[in-house]
């Protein structure tokens, strides 16, 4: 892969996983009315292995089965595009992938301002409120200094 590439892969990295992370009604809500396309792999539904880590960055292990929808779609002008979706939803995986296709186009900057902006809106919204309820519970210790220590 070229250095050239390396913005735009990372670029289409995130707004996939947006696609992907966003509630199936939200999606739907902001792109109601889909392009004229091509299924190119229907919505499938099938499972793959998560995998997890001690501490994050231990040996992986197994952690269990996840189950996944994909699609692929092709649009009028040739874009092609992919998503994979938790769960067993298959609209939801057709209008993501037809949104990643969407987003290879000139409509690009529309459906950036329009759909992808509002989801990760609602995503950093979510983070943070997980964030203060987790901050809550958080328990600080301190050890006090005692005269004999000194």
Known sequence: ?????????TARREWISALAKAPPGRL???LPD???????????IGTVMVQGRIGGTGVPFNLGEMTVT?????LSEGAVG????QGRDKAHAA????????MQTGAAPQIATQVLAPLRAAAARARATRAAKAAATRVEFFTMLRGEDA
């Open 1 to 9: 892969m070229s250095q050239s590439s390396q913005p735009e892969t």
């Open 28 to 30: 739907a809500a902001l």
């Open 82 to 85: 992919h998503a994979c979706v």
């Open 34 to 44: 889909l392009p004229a396309h091509e299924m190119l792999r229907a919505p499938e």
């Open 70 to 74: 994909r699609c692929s779609v092709r």
């Open 95 to 102: 209008r993501a992938a037809v949104a990643d296709a969407l």
